[in-house]
T-cell receptor, first 112, second 111 residues
Framework: DTGVSQDPRHKITKRGQNVTFRCDPISEHNRLYWYRQTLGQGPEFLTYFQNEAQLEKSRLLSDRFSAERPKGSFSTLEIQRTEQGDSAMYLC??????????FGPGTRLTVL | KQEVTQIPAALSVPEGENLVLNCSFTDSAIYNLQWFRQDPGKGLTSLLLIQSSQREQTSGRLNASLDKSSGRSTLYIAASQPGDSATYLCAVRYNFNKFYFGSGTKLNVKP
C-alpha cells in the first residue's frame, strides 16, 4: 500500500460527458503528478503540481483537460466533452522533493 | 526528444532463472532513473531508484545498474519466482518535474 489513493477506480461514461477524478497523495508529499497510460504503453506525463501551484503541463493536456490542487492537498483532474480517445488509465503519483514517486492504483476511464 | 526504450517487450522464463531487463535512453543528462513493477490493471510499485551519480542499487534479489555515458540501465532479477510475473517499467527523470517512461517488459515466470 503506497498511501496514494484515487477515486473512482473505474468510470464508464458516454462521449461528450464531463468526468472528474480525485487523487489524495501521501500527506507530507508536496509534489503531485498526473499521468495517462494506454494499453501496452508506459505512463505519459500530463501535469505536475508543487504544493498548490501547477508548474508544468504536457502538450497532451488539451483545453478539455483541467487539473487543480487547492490548498496543496488533494488534486482533481477534469475532462470535459470526453472523446473515445480519452479512454485510458489515469494515474496519480506523489513525492517528497525529487525523491521516489509513489503511485496510486489509477482510475480506468472508458468512454463509450 | 527524450525517448526511453525497453527490450525485450516480453520475456518468458522458467522459475529459478536469473534474468536481465534492459532500458535505454537517448539523452544522457538524466537526474535519476527509477524501476517500477506493474501488475495487470494496477498502479506502479517502485522497486529501485538510482541517482545520476550512482552506478547501481540493490534490493533483495533485484539489482539495478546505470551507465549514463552509454544511456543504459539494466534490472537484474536473481532466482526468479512466479510471483515476479508482472510488467517492469523504467522511468528517466530529466528535471525536477517529470519522468519519461519506457513501454515496459512483460515478464512471465513459469512454475
Amino acid at each position: 500500500d503506497t498511501g496514494v489513493s484515487q477515486d473512482p477506480r473505474h468510470k464508464i461514461t458516454k462521449r461528450g460527458q464531463n468526468v472528474t477524478f480525485r487523487c489524495d497523495p501521501i500527506s507530507e508529499h508536496n509534489r503531485l503528478y498526473w499521468y495517462r497510460q494506454t494499453l501496452g504503453q508506459g505512463p505519459e506525463f500530463l501535469t505536475y503540481f508543487q504544493n498548490e501551484a501547477q508548474l508544468e503541463k504536457s502538450r497532451l493536456l488539451s483545453d478539455r483537460f483541467s487539473a487543480e490542487r487547492p490548498k496543496g492537498s488533494f488534486s482533481t483532474l477534469e475532462i470535459q466533452r470526453t472523446e473515445q480517445g480519452d479512454s485510458a488509465m489515469y494515474l496519480c503519483a506523489s513525492s517528497l522533493r525529487v525523491d521516489t514517486q509513489y503511485f496510486g492504483p489509477g482510475t480506468r476511464l472508458t468512454v463509450l | 526528444k527524450q525517448e526511453v526504450t525497453q527490450i525485450p517487450a516480453a520475456l518468458s522464463v522458467p522459475e529459478g532463472e536469473n534474468l536481465v531487463l534492459n532500458c535505454s535512453f537517448t539523452d544522457s543528462a538524466i537526474y535519476n532513473l527509477q524501476w517500477f513493477r506493474q501488475d495487470p490493471g494496477k498502479g506502479l510499485t517502485s522497486l529501485l531508484l538510482i541517482q545520476s551519480s550512482q552506478r547501481e542499487q540493490t534490493s533483495g534479489r533485484l539489482n539495478a545498474s546505470l551507465d549514463k555515458s552509454s544511456g543504459r540501465s539494466t534490472l537484474y532479477i536473481a532466482a526468479s519466482q512466479p510471483g515476479d510475473s508482472a510488467t517492469y517499467l523504467c522511468a528517466v527523470r530529466y528535471n525536477f518535474n517529470k519522468f519519461y517512461f519506457g513501454s515496459g517488459t512483460k515478464l512471465n515466470v513459469k512454475p
